[in-house]
């Protein structure tokens, strides 16, 4: 059974603040997924443009400092797990989330992680994956922080 | 007293049990889509909601559900299995008829990262958008 539909085993659970152990931080280029994503940043843009009610059901819209947060978190993790391990993470989707929050999404056959970046900025995010093994990973952090551990997950 | 009274719910319908073998149908707009699929944006309680909003399969079709919408044509359907949402922990699926939808039903419980991430795995497709 993939892990969520109703039991979970093996969950992890981290702290704000919680940092992954560091390697040597050799100076490198920059990673070698950095044009996909920079797309992937772009092409998100669009949603910045719709007004409240977009879904016809009251939603909010979305605050230009809300998507500037979870897009710095892309790109600062992303070079720094480049940086660090050498390793490039794949391209998340960024979507609209709940009350003008902001969800950063891997989907794929071997994890799918969720990231929600809220609207408040001084309130943590809050993120959940998960993989066919049976490994759980949910918690909040600071988005300002050292989180390339969370990003390193995606690739072990 | 009968339940209506009690939950203090505006209408005539007696609130029931939903069994966990029924089906509840939730409209999911167009732009909260992508490659024909709802975001995880989806399984969130709406602005004046105790809870994320749905339609009992007791008294409610897929076409129904979508007919409920201020622009059906802008909106698919997704049916999920009461007993599969259940399963989501701390989550309860609840009948609270309304005077204009004796269908209407709440799904109860904090919409998390992990519970809409889990949400996205259980529904079904039945009404497409038109033209995806």
Redesign the interface.
């Known amino acids: 059974m ?1 892990p ?3 039991k ?1 085993d093996n969950v992890i659970m981290f702290s704000p603040g919680l940092r992954f152990d560091e390697k040597d931080q050799t100076p490198s280029s920059l990673p070698e997924n950095q044009g996909k994503l920079q797309t992937a940043i772009e092409n998100s843009q669009e ?1 910045l443009e ?1 007004e409240d009610n ?6 909010l819209g979305y605050r230009k400092e809300t998507w500037q947060r979870a897009t710095d978190f892309i790109l600062d993790n992303n070079l720094r797990l480049w940086q660090a391990y050498h390793v490039a993470m794949d391209v998340p ?1 960024i ?5 003008g929050s902001i ?1 950063i ?1 891997w989907q794929t056959p071997t994890y ?1 992680l ?3 970046i809220p609207a408040a900025p001084d309130q943590l995010a ?3 994956g ?1 993989k066919p093994s049976g490994t759980v990973i ?1 918690g909040r952090f600071q988005t300002e922080a050292r989180n390339e551990w969370l990003i390193m997950w995606l690739t072990e | 007293m009968a339940n209506h009274v009690a939950n203090g719910v505006d209408t005539e319908w007696e609130i029931e049990e939903i069994p966990n073998q029924s089906l509840i149908y939730m409209r999911v ?1 167009k ?2 889509m ?1 490659n024909g699929k709802p ?3 989806t399984f ?5 909601h105790t809870g994320m909003s749905v339609d009992w399969d007791k008294y409610a079709t897929p076409e129904e559900t979508q007919l409920r ?3 059906p044509a ?1 909106n698919a359907v997704i049916a999920m299995l009461v007993g ?1 949402v259940r ?1 989501i ?1 701390e989550h309860e699926v609840l009948h609270q008829p309304i005077s204009s939808n004796r269908a209407h039903s709440e799904v109860m419980g904090e ?4 519970a ?3 949400f996205s ?2 529904y079904k497709l039945v009404i497409s958008l038109e033209g995806a």
Do not use: C
Request: charged content about 35%.
């Open positions: 993939y969520g539909k109703g979970v949603f719709w977009w879904d016809d059901e009251g939603s989707d979507l609209p989330g709940p009350n969800d999404h799918e969720l990231i929600n809050t993120f959940y998960d949910k | 707009h732009n909260e992508k975001l995880p944006f969130r309680i709406r602005p004046g919408a201020k622009n802008d599969d399963q922990p919409k998390t990262t992990e809409r991430v889990l795995r259980l």
